[in-house]
């Protein structure tokens, strides 16, 4: 079974240009979680998804991050402009069932660099 | 304030120790606590999960609660030079319309030498 898959791996991008993040989930999860870690520190919940609703999204830094969930697949994170303070690992984590000891399965991380 | 604080590290110890990694908590709303791995270049895996105070044991890790003290410690026995990796401890609240919005400590870094 393929787990959850994020690309690209890395991107490097400069101050005002425009990423989108894509992370496909294990098939079949309903939730779908992002979350950031940017250097030094923990890494944050940024927002989640059930098929294609946004629950909560309290954690987006602000208006520049657009995450959408196209027909409850795949999730894209855009960011638009990026700004210095972006830079970071973006992941996305998936979940089968809404109990409360889900099992959440990360991706491997998208690294974005903007310069 | 951090609602979640873990020493980074490192760690460094030799093959066949017990290793302790440790985080303390402040939000007493925390239900759910989790220790992950994760390697480098990886995302994080879930190692341990727990919703009470207590020990839970798998194999080689243990893990232990303290809500009173908010406390939670996460044991490795006869450590393996595998085990080298980041741990995270992530603590939760579930939300009312569903969801587990985790909160996560900075990491340990643990390297177990041969």
Known sequence: EAGVTQFPSHSVIEKGQTVTLRCDPISGHDNLYWYRRVMGKEIKFLLHFVKESKQDESGMPNNRFLAERTGGTYSTLKVQPAELEDSGVYFCASSQERQTNEKLFFGSGTQLSVL | ?114
């Open chain 2, 1 to 114: 304030q951090k609602e979640v604080e873990q020493d980074p590290g490192p760690l460094s110890v030799p093959e066949g120790a017990i290793v302790s990694l440790n985080c303390t908590y402040s939000n007493s709303a925390f239900q759910y606590f989790m220790w992950y791995r994760q390697y480098s270049r990886k995302g994080p895996e879930l190692l341990m999960y727990t919703y009470s105070s207590g020990n839970k044991e798998d194999g080689r890790f243990t893990a232990q609660v303290d809500k009173s003290s908010k406390y939670i410690s996460l044991f490795i026995r006869d450590s393996q030079p595998s085990d080298s990796a980041t741990y995270l401890c992530a603590m939760s609240v579930w939300l009312t319309g569903g969801g587990n919005k985790l909160t996560f400590g900075t990491g340990t870094q643990l390297k177990v030498e041969l």
